[in-house]
């Protein structure tokens, strides 16, 4: 449901273009909210309206997450007309992802396409010109509910969610009989089956929350770093993996300045590889450049390919600047030029040769592994690929906690309802369904009431 | 005016003599005409009112000052509370009546309002011009003329009755029909559909084996229905059991040899039936596996010799429901008084009349009850007092009486009605009001009461009563807040309940939280200052008071996450729409969205949220569409 008095989130700038993003915040909470994943000078909870403010933004752990812009402009002098904060970050598709993340463990909901326009035009910020044009932002968007599930994905999701919504459903029907019909001589439910019941909707709806990282790999793909010491042979892996000389490769070391991006699919899975300038001290401008480009590109990456020289052995130093950068079990150890060694002893790590192809295959397993996890998912798999239905999955597993609590504090079964139909709504929500009629409906299909 | 009235009511039923009722004590000219002037308020079926939800309905009616509480209490000869094992929202009083004290109440009470004539006719046609109701005519000729006309006919509308494969003519047992008002409201545009219902035989309670029965009993210490009800002289009647008792299987022999003479099941019936309330012959074969089915003997009144056999509703052949019941335990040796049967009877879906219970189509007319495809007294009632307040505002010109669905039970009745429609008879149920906790049984005054003052039905007295309790209760709830029970007085009694020490001290609201512990359990131990022991020691005789506090308390959590749902959603509701807006010309909504919204026409966008078919994205549409 369109809550109009919700904060609400969302990127304001087009996912993965240009060298800045920003993330819009609007609502009565923006302030408040933006103020607890930001660090910086002063609390912005007691800045002006109209200031720009420099800082970084920080998870609940404390761990950095980037330097950011944060402008403020306070209701009724913003774009909506309500408490609006701009979030400025690096461009990086996966630091706004990650800010809006943090944004959505708070009490805030990603936007519905077009509401900030449409947010905007109802507080009167903007002009009846502009009405239609935000007619069509609305009806243009795709409605975010899986009525009618356009692709295969969405139809097991929908599938999935439907059947959890009707055990839901009965477990509340159950409740309800008990409220409703208690002068019948119908059997009610044990508060020990209850929670069975409702315990065992958790799992299901958990089972579905974990497919969400493997749902935004297959919808958004993965970012992988190719990093390691100059000439190690980057930019030749980047070319086999390609099956094309993409980039230029030479024995001087020193060669790959920039970024290049490129991207290949591997068992559906879409793979964005980015090679990298190597990484050594350098007085150089343009290579020390290149250097703070790499390290973006670390900090930006699902997966780290990091390249060694077999012949010159495992970079010890660049690893632990590496783990300054990422997750140690985002990082794939690589040593190349296997067909070059005679060493016996190759050390750690997967042994390939860039030129001869050899161990390639098993660094594609790996890759694999380490992004898709040990889950299994197949084709048949339910998968949630969209923010707004983790988020609906999300809070209808809130509402099941509750449940849980209030049957074990032995509230009454109206108590009890009001968290599972309030789980039902937001399941009902992914699928576009509302439930009022449902549990009588069930009732009366299932139970033998009425005198 | 010599052949006028401000208001004509047509149908002396539940919702009718509500209507009445309300309409005259607003001031109104009414006429109140029905076919028969001795069976006003009559009860067509089973003799009790309220129960789950419905008795909801019953103490929101008395406390926008209907008659139907003040009635049930004066003719009741059972009461009970139901859910009393659950918590306060779903309570639910209940009473067995005496059938013919209730009708003869009620006609006291209509017979007695100076303003209301009650003229014993039927209506054959409803009249209008210009889209504006002008008066009816009757079945003797006359014409009676007025610009409100509240058509509360109940099941009578080319009623037929069925028992076996003998139909016959009428709105209920020994009652003529109505015939004319369906073809004449079609003629003005109306659409009509068919429902249907049934009721059990009557037994001759002297041929009933009672001492083999279960009996249950009404409650020890009996609660009325009304707040203006005088509790030191209550109940008024000599209060009575009923009975219990089951089918089994040889019973359900029986009534399959009935089957091919059922006008349910040879499709004879073709109106609709209420899912909630089946007939035998409906149990027996939607739940077969069901070896059994309970059934309750209810007395008909302190001295009537008749008992109606709740559970056991049929439309099967005379012969066959005798030989059924013969079969039963207790009923070995039974007379059957009357057999059981269903009704058939036209009904207008709902979504013609507006959230004031006034048609869309035609001005001044208004519906209630039955018609609008409701089945019960309650949900009648309410609906008849609805409509007479609505049909009165608007005569003496004061605003309308809409009731949200965060407000009452009657709120949610009309607003489903209306948004929904219904295509089966509607039942209120307690799950169907999704703000369930807090509309309760207990506080239907603290939520109503305003109403019913306002429009003149309720006296100043009460309604001041009531604000000077509203006072005491907030000032009770803060002094529960603030002030702090000392572990050295309270932890003996709670070592003594085997309930988990305080540390040093706690707070009255933070004890009563507790699952386990009462509030009026928690004030004896209030030992501040004498004050406060005082003002504790009054809080704990004032019952009214101390209950709403206790809820209050008790349930925090939950009534504030209502509440807030309330607020987030207030913004849509008191959003407007107005009746006139041209749904075809706005291009950008969805064609089912379209479709629904011109069929329904909400008065405000929280109506339209409700409509199944209506996407977020029409809403959205419609926000911006309305700015303009
Ligand atoms: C057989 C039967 C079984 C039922 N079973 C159930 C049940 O199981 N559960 C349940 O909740 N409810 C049941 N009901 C329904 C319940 O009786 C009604 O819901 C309730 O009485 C409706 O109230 P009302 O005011 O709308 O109409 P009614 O109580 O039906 O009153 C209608 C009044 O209008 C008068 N009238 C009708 N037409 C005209 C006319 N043209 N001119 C003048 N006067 C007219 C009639 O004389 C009557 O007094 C049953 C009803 C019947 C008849
Ligand atoms: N024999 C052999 N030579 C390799 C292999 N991989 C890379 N080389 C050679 O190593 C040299 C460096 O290769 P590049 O791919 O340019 O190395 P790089 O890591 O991209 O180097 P910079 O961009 O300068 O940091 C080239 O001469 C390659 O041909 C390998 O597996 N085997
Ligand atoms: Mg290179």
Not at chain 1, 44 to 59: E, L, M, Q, S
Not at chain 2, 336 to 356: I, K, S
Request: aromatic content about 6%.
């Amino acid at each position: 449901m369109i809550h109009l008095e919700d904060t609400i989130t969302a990127m304001a700038t087009p996912n993965g273009v240009g060298a800045i993003s920003i993330i819009r915040i609007s609502g009565n909470k923006a302030i408040d909210v933006a103020d607890s994943i930001f660090k910086g000078k002063m609390h912005i909870t007691d800045a002006n309206t109209h200031t720009v403010h420099y800082g970084k933004v920080v998870d609940a752990q404390n761990n950095f997450i980037d330097d950011v812009l944060l402008t403020i402009f306070k209701a009724p002098n913003s774009y909506t007309g309500e408490d609006v904060i701009e979030v400025s970050c690096h461009g990086n598709p996966l630091i706004g992802q990650k800010i809006i993340d943090l944004l959505l463990e708070k009490d805030v909901r990603i936007a519905e396409p077009g509401e900030f326009t449409m947010r905007a035009f109802l507080n009167n910020r903007i002009d009846l010109a502009q009405a239609e044009a935000v007619i069509d932002i609305i009806t243009s968007r795709s409605d975010a509910s899986l009525r009618g599930a356009r692709n295969q994905l969405d139809g097991l999701l929908s599938n999935s969610v439907s059947i959890l919504r009707n055990s839901l459903l009965d477990t509340l029907s159950f409740l309800e009989l008990e409220l409703d019909f208690s002068e019948e001589d119908v059997e009610f439910v044990a508060k020990d089956e209850l929670l069975k019941k409702i315990t065992l909707i958790i799992k299901k709806i958990d089972e579905l929350l974990n497919s969400y990282r493997f749902g935004r790999v297959i919808r958004d793909g993965v970012n992988v770093a190719i990093i390691g010491k100059p000439n190690v042979g980057k930019s030749s892996l980047l070319n086999y993996l390609l099956k094309e000389s993409r980039a230029i490769v030479s024995s001087t070391p020193g060669t790959t300045r920039d970024v290049i991006r490129e991207e290949i699919s591997i068992d559906g899975v879409l793979f964005k590889l980015f090679d990298t300038a190597g990484i050594r001290l350098s007085e150089d401008i343009i290579e020390k450049e290149g250097v703070r480009r790499s390290n973006e590109a670390i900090v930006n990456s699902d997966l780290v390919l990091f390249v060694n020289d077999v012949e010159q052995g495992y970079s010890e130093d660049l690893y632990d600047e590496l783990r300054q950068l990422t997750k140690e079990d985002r990082i794939i150890t690589v040593m190349n030029k296997i067909d070059l060694s005679s060493k016996s002893d190759l050390g750690d790590g997967i042994k390939i040769s860039a030129k001869t192809g050899e161990g390639i295959d098993n660094l594609i397993d790996q890759m694999k592994q380490s992004t898709l996890g040990s889950a299994n998912y197949s084709e048949k798999s339910a998968i949630v690929s969209n923010i707004r239905h983790f988020q609906c999955l999300c809070s209808a597993r809130n509402s099941l906690s509750d449940a849980i609590v209030s049957v074990n504090q032995k509230y009454s079964g109206e108590f009890i309802a009001v968290d599972l139909r309030n789980a039902a709504d937001f399941l009902g929500e992914i699928i576009g369904e509302v439930t009022s009629e449902d549990v009588l409906n069930n009732i009366f299909s299932k139970f033998c009431v009425g005198k | 005016m010599s052949n006028g009235y401000d208001i004509i009511v047509i149908g002396g039923g539940h919702a009718g003599i509500e209507a009445a009722h309300a309409g005259a004590m607003m001031g109104c000219d009414v006429a109140l005409i029905t076919m028969d002037r001795f069976a006003l308020g009559r009860m067509s079926c089973n003799p009790a009112i309220g129960g789950t939800a419905k008795g909801h309905l019953v103490r929101e009616v008395d406390a926008l000052g209907g008659i139907m509480a003040g009635t049930a209490d004066h003719t009741g000869i059972q009461f009970r509370m139901l859910n009393r094992s659950k918590g306060p929202a779903v309570w639910s009083p209940r009473c067995q009546s005496d059938r013919k004290l209730y009708s003869e109440e009620a006609y006291r009470i209509i017979s007695n309002s100076p303003n209301i004539e009650i003229v014993e006719e039927s209506v054959v046609e409803i009249l209008a011009a210009g889209g504006k109701v002008v008066g009816v005519s009757t079945a003797s000729g006359k014409f009676i003329n007025s610009s409100a006309v509240i058509l509360s006919s109940g099941t009578f509308l080319n009623g037929k009755m069925h028992t076996g494969l003998v139909s016959t003519t009428g709105g209920r047992y020994g009652e003529k029909p109505s015939l004319g008002i369906t073809e004449s409201l079609s003629r003005l545009g109306f659409l009509s559909a068919r429902l249907k219902t049934g009721t059990p035989p009557r037994l001759k309670k002297t041929t009933i084996n009672w001492e083999i029965l279960e009996e249950q009993a009404g409650d020890d210490s009996p609660q009325p229905f009304s707040y203006r009800t005088d509790k030191s002289v209550f109940p008024f009647l000599p209060q009575v059991s009923c009975f219990i008792t089951h089918t089994d299987d040889s019973v359900h022999r029986v009534l399959e040899k009935g089957f091919d003479n059922s006008p349910m099941f040879t499709g004879l019936i073709k109106g609709v039936g209420p899912r909630y309330c089946p007939s035998i012959e409906d149990k027996i074969v939607r739940f077969s596996e069901k070896r059994q089915h309970q059934l309750f003997l209810e007395p008909e009144g302190l001295n009537s010799d008749q008992i109606y056999l709740n559970g056991f509703s049929t439309s099967l052949p005379a012969n066959i429901q005798f030989e059924a019941l013969r079969k039963i335990k207790g009923l070995e040796n039974v007379e059957m008084v009357r057999p059981g049967y269903a009704v058939e009877y036209d009904y207008f879906p709902p979504h013609q009349v507006d959230l004031t219970l006034e048609t869309k189509k035609i001005a001044g007319l208004y519906f209630a009850g039955q018609v609008n495809g409701t089945s019960g007294y309650e949900e009648a009632a309410a609906q008849g007092l609805v409509a007479g307040i609505n049909a009165a505002a608007k005569i003496i010109g004061k605003r309308e009486l809409v009731i949200r669905r965060n407000e009452a039970y009657i709120g949610v009745l009309i607003d489903d009605l209306v948004g929904k429609s219904t295509d089966e008879p509607y039942r209120m149920f307690t799950s169907r009001a999704e703000y369930r906790l807090l509309l309760r049984q207990d506080n239907a005054d603290r939520r109503l009461l305003k109403y019913g003052y306002e429009y003149g039905l309720i006296d100043k007295a009460i309604y001041n009563e009531l604000k000077e309790r509203e006072i005491i209760i907030s000032k009770a709830v803060n002094f529960c807040n603030d002030t702090k029970i000392n572990a050295n007085f309270i932890n003996a009694h709670l070592n003594s309940r085997s309930l988990s020490e305080i540390d040093s001290t706690e707070t009255i609201s933070k004890l009563c939280k507790r699952p386990e512990l009462g509030l009026s359990e928690v004030l004896k131990f209030v030992n501040t200052t004498e004050e406060n022991r005082l003002f504790a020691r009054a809080l704990m005789e004032n019952d009214l008071v101390l209950e709403q506090v206790e809820i209050e308390l008790k349930y925090e959590g939950y009534l504030k996450r209502q509440d807030d749902m309330i607020k987030k959603l207030e913004k849509y509701e008191s959003t407007s729409i107005p009746l006139t807006l041209n749904y075809q010309s706005i291009k950008a909504l969805s064609a089912e969205g379209r479709e629904k919204l011109n069929k329904i026409k909400p008065r405000s966008i929280g109506q339209s949220l409700r409509i199944s078919g209506v996407t977020h994205s029409d809403i959205a549409v419609l926000l911006v569409y309305l700015k303009n």
